[in-house]
T-cell receptor, first 116, second 115 residues
């Protein structure tokens, strides 16, 4: 069964450092997403990406965050200058984007970011 | 604004008993509705979805959910719980008019099934 893969599974970084989280979505999917889950809290939407541009973003997704699909397979989330409150599990997801379909999101296993 | 509420932080059930995990939503129009499950240290796994038609939707692992438009609810059910069903369950909604739109999640309900 096709799956979304994420690397690294866990990253520890110092406050103020840049972090890049990587994702390989399912190959025939058209929509890509990043969500985050702070420990013990709900899963929060960060950003969606379609046709090589951001289609929607949340208030959380400020200027410190950026996304990129550099090579047609990877989908990355960059945090330019990490803060303590960025510590969370970050989930990548993708969906087919079929018109008229429910378009189930398939999630990766997540990348746990710990900012010290 | 779209929102999802899961009124119970935790549900405790004895193995073999029926289980219900509650979800209500507030959206404009008719949304798509989903249930996802999260096992410890794992990602979110899709369980089932409601698109249209029959209000009772069947999904993975024997789970089902009942869509009730008048009560704006989409409760998750299983006739006979297993210890292995213990996990965190998330209800989610999405705008039907946006095929690539974001999912809005509830806060999650931790299901604990005891032998």
């Amino acid at each position: 069964e096709p799956e979304v893969t994420q690397t690294p599974s866990h990253q520890v970084t110092q406050m103020g450092q840049e972090v890049i989280l990587r994702c390989v979505p399912i190959s025939n999917h058209l929509y890509f997403y990043w969500y985050r889950q702070i420990l013990g809290q709900k899963v929060e939407f960060l950003v969606s990406f379609y046709n090589n541009e951001i289609s929607e973003k949340s208030e959380i997704f400020d200027d410190q965050f950026s996304v990129e699909r550099p090579d047609g397979s990877n989908f990355t989330l960059k945090i330019r200058s990490t803060k303590l409150e960025d510590s969370a599990m970050y989930f990548c997801a993708s969906s087919e984007g079929r018109v008229g379909g429910a378009n189930v999101l398939t999630f990766g296993a997540g990348s746990r970011l710990t900012v010290l | 604004a779209q929102s999802v509420a899961q009124p119970e932080d935790q549900v405790n059930v004895a193995e073999g008993n029926p289980l219900t995990v509650k979800c209500t939503y507030s959206v404009s129009g008719n949304p798509y509705l989903f249930w996802y499950v999260q096992y410890p240290n794992r990602g979110l796994q899709f369980l089932l979805k409601y698109i249209t038609g029959d209000n009772l939707v069947k999904g993975s692992y024997g789970f089902e959910a009942e869509f009730n438009k008048s009560q704006t609810s989409f409760h998750l059910k299983k006739p006979s719980a297993l210890v292995s069903d213990s996990a965190l369950y998330f209800c989610a909604v999405r705008d039907r008019n946006n095929q690539g739109g974001k999912l809005i999640f509830g806060q999650g309900t931790e299901l604990s099934v005891k032998p």
